[in-house]
Nanobody, 120 residues
Framework: QVQLVESGGGLVQAGGSLRLSCGAS????????MGWYRQAPGKQRELVAA???????NYPDSVKGRFTISRGNSKNTVDLQMNSLKPDDTAVYYC??????????????WGQGTLVTVSS
């Protein structure tokens, strides 16, 4: 089985920074694309950052220039550096990974979510 473990959420004032981290573990052959999503109360889950195994990235306009996604050397970890945080960034943030298992199954795996609260 495959698990994603997240850390780094918390409370921060507007204008501050947080760094979220996520690691994939389990019966993994390779981890392909990874990403971060968020869901605020009453809203749909939305992509905030994605990165491929080749390190190409994708951000929505709402976070461009403020958030940076990166992969660890093993490609099994992903970080999200969040700067210049705004109250609108308040949400539960979820790590996501596309994984090929050691049995050659293709899985999309989600972390448990970590709460980010930005005060004004």
């Amino acid at each position: 089985q495959v698990q994603l473990v997240e850390s780094g959420g918390g409370l921060v004032q507007a204008g501050g920074s947080l760094r979220l981290s996520c690691g994939a573990s389990g019966n993994i052959l390779v981890v392909n694309a990874m990403g971060w999503y968020r869901q605020a109360p009453g809203k749909q889950r939305e992509l905030v950052a994605a990165i491929t195994s080749g390190a190409s990235t994708n951000y929505p306009d709402s976070v461009k220039g403020r958030f940076t996604i990166s992969r660890g050397n093993s490609k099994n970890t992903v970080d999200l550096q969040m700067n210049s945080l705004k109250p609108d960034d308040t949400a539960v943030y979820y790590c996501n990974a596309n994984v090929v298992t050691t049995k050659y199954d293709y899985l999309e795996v989600w972390g448990q979510g970590t709460l980010v609260t930005v005060s004004s």
